[in-house]
């Protein structure tokens, strides 16, 4: 009973899930692992990303470095867009939607 239930509940959700066509979409990749990816949906959600090699600090290997963006439109209404930086310094986002901390 308890699996039939949640294969119910299952169907339900999969059948409620609105289908977004993607309108344009472009990905380059090269053959040490660098890309570029971009791409809109009809709902206006927007993605650009890219990942390039930067030797690391001791010079002996490379990481890959991403930064890119997204924007979309939120539950609320509001147009939320980020960018970051994901590097040897960490994840960075930068948005208006972010919380700030104090400054002192």
């Not at 570029?36 to 927007?46: C, I, K, M, P, V």
């Not at 001791?58 to 994901?86: H, M, R, W």
């Amino acid at each position: 009973m308890k699996t039939l239930c949640v294969l119910v509940a299952l169907i339900v959700v999969a059948s409620a899930a609105e289908f977004i066509p993607v309108l344009q979409r472009s990905e380059v990749r090269d053959e040490v692992g660098q890309f570029y990816l971009n791409y809109e949906s009809a709902d206006g959600t927007r993605v650009s990303e890219q990942g390039i090699l930067k030797p690391n600090a001791d010079g002996t290997d490379n990481v890959l470095v991403k930064q890119g963006s997204f924007s979309y439109i939120s539950p609320e209404g509001q147009p939320i867009s980020l960018s970051y930086i994901a590097d040897e310094l960490g994840f960075r986002p930068k948005g208006d939607h972010l919380p700030v901390a104090p400054t002192v």
